[in-house]
């Protein structure tokens, strides 16, 4: 069995890898990634030399490239999570997350159609439902995306929709929550708030810091992109959360206390624009085809806050590069 993973050296992408190569051991993986600021190889370090796997570097929006690609590789499942995937990114500059997002996702799913593939799963998000108040989303809800990274990310959502239901391309799709773990980009909450605070540095919290997001370690989310994978009905949309749900308040609470610190080292910022009040998905779907998550939320977390204690080289080398133009961007404007 061979997968062409895309965007596998970032966050999600490079924890599958991991995953997929451990558990089966007689699976190929080739990953095309772009490496763009959070394509990061020293997340595969361990791997670069599996035989069962191959890097590489290449823009899904580069027909002529994936073209290339298909034809030398003939990958039987394609699993693409390349995309943009910052939403305060997206509100300084959507046009990264409209072309990956949206073009680059086409390419692929055309340059699917021309040679064939025997399952194409495409990641896409629970952002594209949008914000609910209360209850949970399940996947026939209409999609109310709010920000241009969760429009761009629905629009790729219905592209691959309308590929299984035009051409019978054989698409499955999950819609995963927050997830956390080892290997994120520090500009998202958790690794932000945690390396803030083993640099001395206050975290900033959005509003009140009552938004609630759904928080599903990586490893369950690994797990559920794998049974989708191989029990999932194609044509189908799956939900994969985690159930738990914390507000960025309460969520901040526990890395501060987790590293011996109060609540003095929050600082209250602005607000996201658009900013969703809460996600919450209904997995009773997934749940019928085998999966439920399994990582206990106390645990997972504190496993996740000492890894980024035990690899503060990983994040403060890109704390240091593009991370500091962009950051210096989001707060200088504030
Ligand atoms: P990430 O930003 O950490 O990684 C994205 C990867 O895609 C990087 O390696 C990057 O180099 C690559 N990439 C970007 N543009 C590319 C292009 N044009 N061509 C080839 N490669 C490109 O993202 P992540 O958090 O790992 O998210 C992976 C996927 O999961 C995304 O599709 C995202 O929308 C979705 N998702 C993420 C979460 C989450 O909590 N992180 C939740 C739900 C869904
Ligand atoms: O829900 C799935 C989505 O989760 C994915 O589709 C996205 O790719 C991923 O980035 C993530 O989006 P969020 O916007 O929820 O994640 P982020 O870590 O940026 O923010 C989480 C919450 O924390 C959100 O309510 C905003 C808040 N926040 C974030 C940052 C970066 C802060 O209060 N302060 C911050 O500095």
Not at 208 to 225: A, Q, S
Not at 281 to 299: M, Q, T, V
Request: hydrophobic share 35%.
């Amino acid at each position: 069995m061979k997968l062409l993973i895309t965007g596998g050296a970032g966050f999600i992408g490079s924890n599958f890898i991991h995953y997929i190569l451990g558990k089966y051991p007689d699976y190929k993986i080739v990953n095309l990634d772009k490496l763009t600021y959070c394509g990061n190889l020293d997340n595969l370090k361990e791997v670069e030399n599996n035989p069962n796997y191959k890097f590489i570097k290449g823009d899904i929006c580069d027909k002529e490239k994936v073209t290339e690609i298909f034809e030398n590789e003939k990958p039987d499942f394609i699993i693409h999570f390349a995309a943009e995937t910052h939403v305060d990114r997206s509100i300084l500059d959507p046009y990264a997350f409209i072309k990956t997002n949206v073009l680059g996702t086409h390419i692929l799913l055309e340059t699917a159609k021309k040679f064939g593939i025997e399952r194409f799963l495409h990641i896409s998000t629970d952002e594209t439902y949008g914000s609910i108040e209360n209850g949970k989303f399940k996947e026939e809800d209409i999609l109310m995306p709010n920000s241009p990274y969760s429009a761009s990310k629905a629009s790729s959502d219905l592209l691959a929709r309308s590929y299984f239901k035009t051409f019978s391309l054989p698409i499955i799709i999950t819609r995963s929550s927050n997830n956390y773990g080892p290997y994120e980009y520090p500009e998202k909450v958790i690794p932000l708030f945690i390396s803030n605070i083993l640099e001395g540095k206050k975290v900033p919290l959005y509003g009140t810091g009552k938004n609630i997001r759904d928080w599903i370690f990586v490893l369950d989310n690994c797990e559920g992109i794998d049974t989708v994978l191989h029990n999932g009905e194609i044509g189908e949309i799956y939900n994969i959360g985690g159930g738990n749900e914390k507000t960025n308040l309460e969520l901040t609470k526990i890395i501060l206390n987790e590293l011996g610190k109060d609540e003095s080292q929050i600082e209250y910022v602005e607000d996201r624009l658009g900013h969703d009040f809460r996600y919450a998905l209904d997995i009773e779907k997934a749940k019928k085809i085998g999966w439920e998550p399994k990582h206990s939320f106390e645990e997972a977390m504190k496993k996740t806050i000492a890894w980024y204690l035990e690899n503060k080289d990983w994040w403060r080398k890109l704390k240091q590069e593009e991370f500091g133009k962009y950051y210096e961007k989001q707060y200088g404007e504030r």
